[in-house]
């Protein structure tokens, strides 16, 4: 007859209840002893393990034959290698030179459109001219005023010198002398307004002259002939002209704030432009924010792009920032990294006689990435690891490294 002991008993019980548990709804109140339950049965297996291990090297004293029967397994050699850790990330490209065209003064009536969408246009070139004709006749009135204030003040001077040289000769009144003088200096006054004015009502008209006010291609062209263009209008998306000069793009992309002491101006980050065609590329980042985004508790970081026809702005991109590298480490695939109430283990093929055994070799972790984890401690450099066959296996079992 079989016979099971108490801490068999208790396993199989702890399970049944476990899943018995499970089915229900459990409250927030059966938190704590869900998880006391689950280190429990933990215990209880370890248990087991350990039993079974024990019960089946005496097994193979007392039947050599069984200890015939190997453990198929599949093993790889731990070699030294470059492992690098990354933060994956989405980001987009954006231009560094981009700029949305808007009128200097209060805008008007469009009278010429002098340049199409795709255009490449220089700094300071004209883009639209606006209607002119009241700010012209303004311009037109205040240069009259100007030139008959010239004309009246240089009368007043002549008159004014002419009064002076009597004076100095003891002819006529000092009276006439000390008026001329007070004309001359009013008419001055009023000039120098004038002159103002002129300046201002030329600056009017050169305000219907709407300018580029950076170097690059005309990437949006919503304007026509007859339709009113402001300030107001030229902020409104879809409503305005958008120049956009890309021989200085970049890659924006959020960072999440627990990466904050990881992320440094200067950082290495891998960027792949999404279907642009061309290979990822490793840049640095520029620009790493200085402030935590309230709402979305990330902070945004900037790396440089090369010049490339195929970049444009807005392109999503993959972003993918080296925060840990090591170029001389040991890694093993993550899924052969198993854990028990001691820690991390993984199971070594190791030569014993003319035959290979399995054997429990305990490990301490490091970073984890694309399936791969560090070992820190615990492994060297043509240790054979277990990488497929490694949960049937046991200390001292035997083992044989097929494909």
Excluded at 369 to 388: A, C, N, V
Aim: glycine residues 6%; aromatic residues 6%; contains cysteine.
């Amino acid at each position: 007859m079989k016979k099971y002991n108490s801490s068999s008993l208790f396993f199989l019980f702890s399970v049944v209840l476990l899943m018995s548990c499970g089915s229900g709804n459990e409250s927030a109140s059966d938190a704590k002893q869900l998880r006391a339950q689950i280190e429990q049965v933990k215990k209880e297996k370890a248990t087991l393990d350990a039993t079974l291990r024990d019960l089946e090297a005496r097994l193979a004293k007392v039947d050599p034959a069984s200890a015939q029967a190997a453990l198929l397994v599949s093993v790889d050699t731990i070699r030294p290698t470059a492992f690098t850790h990354y933060i994956d990330l989405q980001g987009h490209v954006d231009a560094e030179g981009m700029a949305y065209v808007a009128p200097s003064g209060m805008g008007g009536v469009v009278k010429s459109v002098l340049v199409k969408n795709g255009q490449r246009v220089s700094k300071g070139q004209t883009l639209l001219l606006l209607d002119d004709a009241m700010a012209r006749q303004s311009l037109t009135a205040a240069q009259q005023q100007l030139n008959i204030l010239s004309a009246r003040l240089s009368q007043a001077t002549t008159i004014y010198e002419r009064y002076q040289n009597l004076w100095k000769q003891n002819i006529g009144a000092e009276i006439s002398v000390i008026n001329a003088k007070a004309d001359v200096d009013a008419l001055s006054a009023q000039l120098k307004a004038a002159q103002a004015q002129v300046a201002m009502a030329q600056e009017q008209v050169n305000m219907t002259r709407v300018k580029a006010e950076i170097s690059g291609v005309i990437d949006e062209l919503n304007v026509k002939v007859g339709e009113m263009f402001t300030p107001q209008a030229a902020a409104t998306p879809g409503m305005g002209i958008r120049i956009v000069n890309s021989s200085k793009l970049k890659v924006v992309t959020a960072v999440p704030e627990n990466y904050v002491t990881l992320v440094k101006q200067g950082s290495r980050a891998e960027i792949q432009i999404t279907e642009s065609g061309v290979p990822a590329f490793v840049s640095t980042l520029s620009v790493v924010g200085a402030a935590i985004n309230a709402n979305t508790r990330s902070f945004n970081a900037e790396a440089a792009l090369p010049a490339n026809p195929l970049y444009k702005p807005n392109q999503s991109a993959k972003v993918r920032i080296i925060d840990y590298q090591n170029n001389n480490a040991l890694t093993v695939p993550l899924n052969t990294v198993q854990q028990d109430e001691s820690g991390s283990y993984v199971y070594l093929a190791v030569a014993k006689g003319q035959q290979l055994v399995a054997q429990k070799q305990s490990v301490v972790t490091g970073a984890t990435y694309g399936g791969l984890i560090e070992i820190k401690t615990g492994l060297s450099s043509g240790d054979l690891i277990i990488t497929r066959g490694f949960q049937d296996a046991y200390t001292g079992q035997p083992v044989k490294a097929v494909q």
